[in-house]
């Protein structure tokens, strides 16, 4: 006779003796279960036979539903299933769960401040720092434009825009 299936395993046929590991990308709860659960938006079921999901969507990513890896190997056969790089001019806190950009909304990408620039996979709004001196940023995907002849970008970082000299 087979015993139930216990948490971290499943069984989706009837009268099987062997119970089935939890795959990448989902969690078994529950005992007995007949097919695994995906894995919640804003976390990663990175590992076999889990009953909670317990690591969170790291930093600089989103985790949409049924996300298994962030390890480059396993993310060759799992393209689907990895998290994805926060796009460029926004940020990600930890956990973060979709791509659409929501203002404080902390789920979602949120803008990186004015002056910075956040490339893709930034996780605080200073990304990788301020627009640099002789250089301005108009928005945080911009990484710097020459400021132009007869135009001031300073006296310090984090310009938005040319200032023009005096006469």
Known sequence: V??????????????????????LGFWCPHPRMTEPTVCRRGWMCDELGLTVPY??????FICEEGVATKIARQTL???K??????????HCF????????????YSTPQACYQG?????GSGDPYGAG???????????RHTGIVCPERYMCGPYPA????IPCPE
């Open 159 to 162: 310009n938005t825009e040319p």
């Open 116 to 120: 910075f620039f956040c490339p893709q």
């Open 77 to 79: 056969i799992m393209d």
């Open 81 to 90: 299933r990895k998290p994805l790089p926060c796009p460029a001019g926004l």
């Open 2 to 23: 087979p015993s139930p299936c216990p948490p971290g395993t499943y069984q989706p046929y009837k009268r099987q003796v062997q119970c089935q590991l939890c795959p």
């Open 130 to 140: 301020a627009c640099p001196l002789g250089r301005y940023c108009p928005t945080p």
């Open 55 to 60: 690591k969170k969507c790291p930093r600089g």
């Open 94 to 105: 930890e956990q973060t769960q979709t791509q659409n950009p929501k203002p404080n909304n």
